[in-house]
């Protein structure tokens, strides 16, 4: 068969048969039985890209990086168009993870992404090493655990595959505010918010850098709106965050979580934790998703992320404030 005047060969009945029961076994959970089968696959047609993107992709679910990098450049440097193939993506994402930024620069090149700032940038510059920052991507949502109790969180991308985490995710993902995690390419769901735009959710891949700084869950009596907004500015404004999980968190199917939801109200007989507030704004100035509009009850449960050394000065501070309305107990830190 002749393609843009190259010849190419359609991949055997072998080829075939071994790379359908490899992604059989992927669906399973059998990574090294697929994995034999993907290198038997890879031997019989070395020719043929999809060989090693399918290797690729195996590695890239085992987390095995330094394999997925290597059989992600076999893939592309069999492609046959220049720009748009998942299999640059797929190196991209395996550069990132191993913080291959001249290798992370050049995929998202490829796939055809607009990357700014120099590669051969001084340390120190904001461009050390040619780690592709800056890219200004905006806000998405990520499903941290999404194998687990899945739970999705709003964060900030700084690159095609890593998000910062906004919001401050229940102790049951094993997450802090402020990490940074690794990401998948293909969208699983999108959040579409009370004023018009949607936003992806991506799924996480890993923890890419850990964040130091603790969350803490704690009960407040507030005797307003206006007194849970004020905790959650006075945590703003010391560089840390608070959010009043009693209204931010609804419980989703993961049907539902990985559709088009509304990221305002929910309904409260769904199972698959979490949806924030506004995207990149986990705070005050952010739509609720439960509990806007319903009789406000004082006692909240709060998460924080803040320091050891500055939780308790903080919830004092805010009590002293305005000691009529507001008091906090039962602080205990949980991730």
């Known amino acids: 068969m002749r393609i843009f005047g190259k010849v190419r060969h359609r991949p055997s009945a072998s080829w075939r048969q071994a790379t359908d029961r490899a992604f059989t076994l992927i669906g399973d959970g059998r990574y090294e039985d697929a994995g034999a089968l993907l290198t038997r696959a890879a031997d019989l047609e070395p020719w043929l890209s999809e060989s090693w993107f399918n290797l690729a992709l195996l590695h890239k679910f085992r987390h095995d990086w330094e394999q997925a990098r290597a059989a992600g450049l ?5 492609l046959d168009r220049e720009t748009g193939a998942p299999d640059w993506w797929n190196v991209g994402i395996a550069a990132t993870a191993l913080q291959d930024w001249p290798l992370a620069r050049r995929a998202w090149q490829a796939y055809g992404l607009k990357v700014p700032g120099d590669p051969h940038a001084a340390s120190g510059s904001g461009q050390a090493h040619g780690e592709p920052v800056g890219m200004e ?5 990520v499903r941290l655990s999404p194998e687990g109790e899945a739970e999705v969180v709003w964060g900030r991308r700084l690159d095609p595959a890593r998000m910062e985490v ?3 995710p229940l102790p049951s993902s094993g997450r802090r505010w402020g990490e940074v995690v690794l990401h998948d390419g293909v969208p699983h769901g999108e959040r579409v918010t009370a004023a018009g735009p949607s936003y992806p959710v991506f799924d996480e891949i890993e923890l890419w850098a ?29 560089g840390f965050a608070a959010e009043d999980w009693s209204s931010s968190v609804r419980l989703l199917c993961r049907t ?3 559709s088009a939801m509304p990221s305002g109200e929910g309904d409260g007989e769904h199972l698959d934790p979490h949806d924030h507030s506004e995207p990149g704004h986990p705070g005050p100035l952010g739509h609720r998703t439960a509990g806007s509009g319903s009789l406000w009850v004082p006692e909240r449960e709060c998460g924080i992320a803040a320091p050891a050394g500055l939780v308790r000065g903080l919830l004092d501070g805010w009590v002293a404030d305005s000691p009529d309305t507001r008091e906090w107990r039962d602080l205990e830190e949980v991730c």
């Open 74 to 78: 076999r893939a592309v440097a069999l």
């Open 210 to 238: 850990p964040s130091p700084v603790p969350t803490w869950v704690v009960l407040l009596e507030a005797a307003t709106e206006a007194d849970r907004n004020a905790l959650e500015q006075l945590a703003s404004d010391a």
């Open 256 to 258: 539902c979580s990985e």
């Open 137 to 141: 991507l905006g806000s998405a949502a």
């Open 166 to 168: 906004l919001s401050i």
